[in-house]
């Protein structure tokens, strides 16, 4: 079984892990969040400089942490799409490095294919086909997973990402960044129904509306006319029932489409993946309503949802098992679909 070191910069997260197949040897991540936090998002290009800073010190722990030596190791992989060019070009550039010095194989790794492989870090034995959620910063995806590399997307949002909808409304309740977690932990207090929010639908040219397209614009307005309205009637803003509100309504969203796709796709088995996937209140919909249509749900444990480079390491593994093999040439993108994964490899 493969033994890949796989480094992830692709966005505000520095982290370096050594898997073996599908069990983590090692994991570290190194979170930038406080460098970012007073700017109130990730500000590109001083995310690229503490991953310059921080990528030395992560691969040093990993290797420690995992007691191998570089001859165990048996190919290097780096997220090299999507995400912050800047951020990206320190992990690709680590891994090459490495790769030419230790003369081994590299591997360029699609950041979205990556969130996928958390769910069979944790659950080993799951096999496709199976449908994925994936919910991030900047992506709210549903993908049905045939295979390593053979992706088909069936749904997507037409505007922001859930996490990104989290953060934006996490600002306008002035929790801060970031906002998801934020949010998780304030709603805990507060009172789901508080105010009735819309769905957001896509409309579709036939008549009716796309099964699994979500959009949560609508919604993102609905919350600022909301606290604009509270806040003229001279109201304390009532922070927790606002958060628990509008955190029921996203997971009322995602669960819908989720359980629509997997039925219509007769897929029993649903993995959730990506930074959004840690909600509280998305797990609680989304497990009662498969358990309802006797399908299973696996969540990752929250320090595989959020972005980490053991999954990158584990989608390597597979492709590395299978024959695939990345050019020293290989650049990075800002933009590439989970279904153009074959692109990032030679054969
Ligand atoms: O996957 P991830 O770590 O990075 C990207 O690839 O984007 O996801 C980060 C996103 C952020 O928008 C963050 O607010 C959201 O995931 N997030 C959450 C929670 N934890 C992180 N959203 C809702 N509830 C959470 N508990
Ligand atoms: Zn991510």
């Given at each position: 079984?493969?033994?890949?070191?796989?480094?992830?910069?692709?966005?505000?997260?520095?982290?370096?892990?050594?898997?073996?197949?599908?069990?983590?040897?090692?994991?570290?991540?190194?979170?930038?969040?406080?460098?970012?936090?007073?700017?109130?998002?990730?500000?590109?290009?001083?995310?690229?400089?503490?991953?310059?800073?921080?990528?030395?010190?992560c691969l040093a722990e990993a290797l420690q942490q995992a007691q191998v030596s570089w001859s165990e190791i048996e190919a290097i992989a780096a997220t090299v799409?999507?995400?912050?060019?800047?951020?990206?070009?320190?992990?690709?550039?680590?891994?090459?490095?490495?790769?030419?010095?230790?003369?081994?194989?590299?591997?360029?790794?699609?950041?979205?294919e990556g969130h996928i492989y958390a769910s069979y870090l944790s659950h080993p034995t799951l096999e496709p086909p199976?449908?994925?959620?994936?919910?991030?910063?900047?992506?709210?995806?549903?993908?049905?997973?045939?295979?390593?590399?053979?992706y088909q997307q069936l749904g997507t949002t037409r505007d922001d990402a859930a996490g990104e909808a989290f953060d934006k409304v996490a600002r306008l309740l002035g929790l801060g960044y970031p906002g998801g977690p934020m949010i998780d932990r304030v709603a805990q207090t507060g009172n789901p129904?508080?105010?009735?929010?819309?769905?957001?639908?896509?409309?579709?040219?036939?008549?009716?509306?796309?099964?699994?397209d979500s959009s949560f614009s609508g919604?993102?307005?609905?919350?600022?006319?909301?606290?604009?309205?509270?806040?003229?009637?001279?109201?304390d803003l009532p922070v927790a029932d606002l958060?628990?509100?509008?955190?029921?309504?996203?997971?009322?969203?995602?669960?819908?489409?989720?359980?629509?796709?997997?039925?219509?796709?007769?897929?029993?088995?649903i993995?959730?993946?990506?930074?959004?996937?840690?909600?509280?209140e998305l797990r609680h919909q989304l497990q009662k309503a498969a358990q309802e249509h006797h399908l299973t749900v696996y969540f990752p444990p929250l320090k595989f949802c959020t972005d980490n480079a053991?999954?990158?390491?584990?989608?390597?593994?597979?492709?590395?098992?299978?024959?695939?093999?990345?050019?020293?040439k290989l650049g990075v993108q800002s933009r590439l679909g989970i279904t153009e994964v074959h692109h990032l490899f030679e054969n």
């Open positions: 079984m493969a033994t890949i070191l796989a480094i992830e910069s692709s966005c505000d997260e520095t982290a370096v892990a050594i898997v073996k197949n599908r069990n983590v040897l090692s994991s570290i991540v190194a979170s930038q969040i406080d460098c970012h936090r007073v700017y109130g998002g990730v500000v590109p290009e001083v995310a690229s400089r503490q991953h310059l800073l921080a990528v030395n010190t799409a999507p995400g912050l060019v800047g951020a990206l070009m320190v992990g690709l550039t680590t891994a090459k490095t490495l790769a030419m010095v230790h003369q081994k194989p590299f591997l360029g790794v699609h950041h979205l199976f449908l994925c959620l994936l919910v991030s910063g900047g992506h709210t995806s549903l993908i049905q997973v045939k295979g390593c590399g053979d129904q508080a105010f009735p929010l819309p769905v957001g639908r896509i409309s579709l040219p036939t008549g009716g509306y796309h099964p699994y919604l993102k307005t609905a919350m600022l006319r909301l606290v604009n309205d509270l806040k003229a009637s001279g109201q958060a628990a509100s509008f955190q029921a309504t996203v997971a009322r969203s995602l669960t819908q489409k989720t359980l629509a796709c997997a039925l219509d796709y007769g897929l029993t088995t993995a959730v993946g990506g930074g959004v996937a840690a909600n509280r053991a999954m990158i390491a584990c989608a390597a593994a597979e492709h590395f098992e299978r024959g695939d093999r990345s050019s020293l």
